[in-house]
């Protein structure tokens, strides 16, 4: 097949070729822009119009075109030019309404609302007579182009605790414990219970996955009493010690600490112990108790920072693969099982990953939040 030689030539310098070539391969690439940057590539190989063409999905008018804007514009005179669309039916006013009203909050307006949604700005909007008709999709995309989404919510502290120097070190101190390179025989454990685990014995037994069909639980069950869970993450191994009782009091902390202490063996001389800011860990018995174990050594994160603990990750790990779907017969039951999934954790522990990034990550975090 043979086609007639174009008047046009594309020549393409070292740095144009490389960005045509990235524009092609990259995935976020629009399929329109892809196929036109495949063409110019291919007719700056010599390739004629005619057989451009079919190779890309343009007919040669299309790559003849296209070609010239290139000459023209470069690899910028590849994308669309943009469209004005259609005429908008609003006014900026009736915009202006709607942001003004997802800014405030329904309840200090008289509405019986937690939260806007669209729907419900809509009919407001119609309500108050701002105007006569607008639909949810328009209250939408007005929110979308001023980025607000009055329905979503989060939760923020205030800050009680000032984010100052004292702070910065705190969080400095803690994430040094989780990425320097430790010492022989030092060793860091992040300590934290899991308190009011219910055994929720389900009335009909708990099915199991079928075709077509999920796990299957019971809605109505038992209560049978509660449980605690008090365990020690160790943060270059991932082991995991355990340890259940019924209640949580400063003499169950202590039993616990009794157990590390056997079970940990005597060459690890150093033990740095992540500790939250409860009572139940800064408590006298537990103060003692320390001073009489002096390779022991308590750390605390700052307050509110809880979620620094890395012993919090692991619980969420056993809250989803272990508790999401409680049927257990009774407490001794569930006591059972909860030892049983620390022993299968210990069989392929593993280490979660933290940076020094963490630190900078945290202030600017807490720096934004003040800001706010």
Same mark, same amino acid.
């Given at each position: 097949?043979?086609?007639?030689?174009s008047?046009v030539?594309?020549r393409?310098?070292?740095?144009?070729?490389?960005?045509?070539?990235?524009?092609?391969?990259r995935?976020?690439?629009p399929?329109?822009?892809?196929?036109?940057?495949?063409?110019?590539l291919? =007719?700056? *190989?010599?390739?004629?119009?005619a057989?451009v063409? !079919?190779?890309?999905?343009?007919?040669?008018?299309?790559v003849? /075109?296209w070609?010239?804007?290139f000459?023209d514009r470069g $690899?910028?005179?590849?994308?669309?030019? !943009?469209?004005?669309?259609r005429?908008?039916? #609003?006014?900026?006013?009736?915009?202006?309404?709607?942001v003004k /009203?997802?800014?405030?909050?329904p309840?200090a307006?008289?509405?019986?609302l937690?939260?806007? %949604?669209?729907?419900?700005?809509a @009919?407001?909007?119609? *309500?108050?007579?701002?105007?006569?008709? $607008?639909?949810?999709e328009?209250?939408r995309? =007005?929110l979308?182009?001023?980025h607000?989404?009055?329905?979503?919510h989060?939760?923020?502290?205030?800050?009680k605790?000032p @984010?100052d120097?004292a702070?910065a070190r +705190?969080?400095?101190? $803690?994430? %040094?414990l989780?990425?320097?390179p430790?010492?022989?025989?030092? /060793?860091?454990?992040c300590?934290?219970?899991?308190?009011?685990l219910? !055994?929720?014995?389900?009335?009909?037994?708990?099915? !199991?996955a079928q075709? +077509?069909?999920?796990?299957?639980?019971a809605?109505?069950?038992? @209560?049978?009493?509660a449980?605690t869970?008090c365990?020690?993450f160790?943060t270059r191994?991932g082991?995991?010690?355990?340890?259940t009782?019924p @209640?949580?009091?400063?003499?169950?902390? =202590?039993a #616990?600490?009794?157990?590390? %202490?056997q079970?940990?063996?005597?060459?690890?001389?150093? $033990?740095?112990l992540?500790?939250?800011?409860l009572?139940?860990?800064?408590?006298?018995?537990?103060c003692?108790?320390?001073?009489?174990?002096?390779?022991?050594?308590?750390?605390?994160?700052?307050?509110?920072?809880?979620w /620094?603990?890395?012993?919090?990750?692991w619980?969420? =790990?056993?809250?989803?693969?272990?508790?999401?779907s409680?049927? #257990?017969?009774?407490?001794?039951?569930?006591?059972?099982?909860?030892?049983?999934?620390?022993?299968?954790w210990n069989? +392929?522990?593993?280490?979660?990953?933290?940076?020094?990034?963490?630190?900078?990550?945290?202030?600017?975090?807490?720096?934004?939040?003040?800001a706010?």
């Amino acid at each position: 097949m043979r086609g007639r030689v174009s008047e046009v030539r594309v020549r393409l310098r070292g740095v144009t070729r490389r960005r045509l070539e990235h524009t092609v391969r990259r995935t976020t690439t629009p399929a329109g822009v892809a196929r036109r940057a495949r063409a110019v590539l291919l =007719i700056a *190989a010599g390739e004629r119009y005619a057989h451009v063409g !079919p190779r890309v999905g343009m007919s040669e008018r299309y790559v003849r /075109m296209w070609g010239r804007r290139f000459l023209d514009r470069g $690899i910028s005179g590849l994308y669309d030019k !943009p469209r004005p669309g259609r005429p908008p039916t #609003f006014s900026p006013v009736v915009a202006l309404h709607v942001v003004k /009203m997802a800014c405030e909050q329904p309840d200090a307006q008289g509405h019986a609302l937690c939260q806007w %949604d669209c729907a419900e700005l809509a @009919r407001e909007m119609v *309500a108050t007579g701002v105007v006569t008709d $607008i639909s949810r999709e328009t209250v939408r995309r =007005i929110l979308a182009s001023h980025h607000l989404t009055p329905w979503r919510h989060h939760l923020w502290l205030s800050s009680k605790v000032p @984010r100052d120097a004292a702070f910065a070190r +705190q969080v400095e101190a $803690i994430v %040094d414990l989780y990425t320097r390179p430790l010492l022989p025989g030092e /060793m860091v454990l992040c300590l934290d219970e899991n308190t009011n685990l219910h !055994p929720r014995s389900r009335l009909c037994p708990t099915r !199991p996955a079928q075709p +077509q069909r999920p796990v299957r639980v019971a809605h109505e069950y038992k @209560r049978g009493g509660a449980l605690t869970l008090c365990a020690a993450f160790d943060t270059r191994t991932g082991h995991v010690y355990g340890r259940t009782a019924p @209640r949580t009091r400063q003499a169950e902390f =202590i039993a #616990f600490l009794e157990d590390l %202490d056997q079970a940990i063996p005597a060459s690890a001389h150093t $033990i740095h112990l992540v500790m939250d800011n409860l009572r139940l860990h800064k408590g006298a018995l537990v103060c003692a108790w320390l001073a009489d174990h002096p390779r022991f050594h308590g750390h605390f994160p700052p307050v509110h920072c809880s979620w /620094m603990n890395q012993v919090e990750q692991w619980f969420s =790990i056993l809250q989803r693969t272990r508790l999401r779907s409680a049927d #257990f017969a009774a407490v001794e039951h569930l006591a059972a099982r909860l030892d049983a999934f620390v022993a299968a954790w210990n069989e +392929q522990a593993h280490p979660f990953h933290w940076t020094r990034a963490a630190v900078a990550k945290v202030m600017a975090r807490c720096e934004g939040e003040q800001a706010a």
